[in-house]
């Protein structure tokens, strides 16, 4: 038994989708638990009666999903969040546009921290989780529709949230390729997951990217930001199966008074802009003090800003992309960083 129990949590792991039913001898309470924890969904004594078979099927079906149409279910979209500097903002557009996207189109929505290390989407929504993706990760070998509720945090505006750990050593146990199945399991089960990515172009971040079906790129009008998204654009348009046409540039807390036109982004980046936000960070300050997203306020510019660009997404509304003058600073910020090759411009 044991090394049938070593063979399966194998093969678990190597096949997170499959769920294995064993067939021997009566187990001891201990030896059957053991089985359990390795990934057996149901364990059936020798001989084995065909009506006993096929029960423990439908149980296993019913447990995974497939018997409520899962399997056949057409996977979801991931729509990763991403800023290379902390402070602009991609957490407030993730968690806001995951809530409109699931009010918008009633589809099921998942919103993702993996921001490991200091996520903060639970905060943004008032959530006190019990569960977070360690534990998810800790647990992937036996993972189906069931258990993986029971890690999940439903908010009360109608989506669903898999938060970071509170302590940050956690992301450590973490490995990209484990990313990677993660995603491809959570699609088949959510229409919509949206991620809010760590601040960094982390190895886990990557693998993000590789599974997203967009990479929204959020930030600031400011030199700092847009010199750092200027230096991993051409890593992320080599990575990505469709190069720059997966990523959304998102300026976000826009002023038409910046220095930095949108025309100066565009042309410094060699990307359009796909959505500019407004600037109201006070409300955006009381919108996660109080945990509530901001687009439930029906009074702020910002969270008006935010359900027509959760439109834009949903393909409800056309996107925008607001255009100003070619200005000075342009060539400061080329002028920040070693000269690009063309290879690196669209």
């Known amino acids: 038994p044991t090394l049938g129990t070593k063979l399966v949590q194998f093969l678990a792991d190597s096949n997170p989708g499959q769920r294995f039913i064993a067939v021997g001898p009566l187990l001891s309470p201990e030896l059957l638990m053991a089985a359990m924890r390795a990934g057996v969904s149901d364990f059936l004594q020798k001989p084995v009666d065909p009506n006993e078979l096929s029960a423990a099927l439908d149980r296993v079906a019913q447990k995974v999903g497939w018997a409520s149409g899962v399997k056949n279910r057409q996977p979801g ?38 921001d490991l290390e200091l996520g903060e989407a639970a905060l943004f929504l008032g959530v006190q ?12 070998h036996r993972m189906d529709a069931g258990l993986l509720q029971s890690y999940i945090e439903k908010h009360e505006s109608g989506i669903e ?26 699609r088949q089960h959510y229409d919509y997951i949206v991620v809010d990515t760590s601040k960094s172009f982390s190895p886990d971040t990557l693998a993000t990217f590789e599974q997203s079906d967009l990479v929204f790129l959020v930030s600031n ?29 998102v300026v976000n807390r826009y002023n038409p008074r910046d220095a930095i036109s ?20 006070e409300a955006v300050v009381r919108s996660v003090n109080s945990g509530k997203p901001i687009v439930l306020d029906g009074t702020s510019r910002y969270g008006k800003d935010l359900k027509a660009f959760a439109a834009g997404v949903a393909g409800l509304q056309a996107t925008r992309s607001n255009g100003r003058g070619f200005g000075k600073l342009l060539s400061r910020f080329r002028g920040a960083g070693k000269t690009s090759k063309k290879g690196d411009q669209p």
Not at 224 to 247: A, E, F, H
């Open 129 to 140: 989780a019990r569960f977070n993706f360690i534990d998810l990760v800790q647990n992937f």
């Open 77 to 114: 979209l991931i729509y990763s969040f991403f800023s290379p500097k902390g402070g602009s903002g991609s957490t407030t557009v993730a968690t806001n546009t995951a809530v409109m996207l699931q009010r918008l189109t009633g589809k099921r929505t998942l919103l993702l921290d993996l």
């Open 221 to 249: 009008a400011d030199l700092p930001s847009l010199r750092n998204i200027q230096r991993g654009l051409p890593m992320m348009k080599r990575m990505l199966v469709k190069g720059q046409d997966q990523v959304r540039l």
């Open 161 to 186: 949230l898999l938060s970071a750990p509170y302590h940050p050593e956690k992301a450590e146990i973490v490995s990209a390729d484990q990313i990677r199945r993660i995603l491809q399991f959570l």
């Open 262 to 281: 949108i025309d100066d982004i565009q042309k410094a980046l060699g990307i359009p802009v796909y959505w500019t936000l407004s600037n109201d960070y």
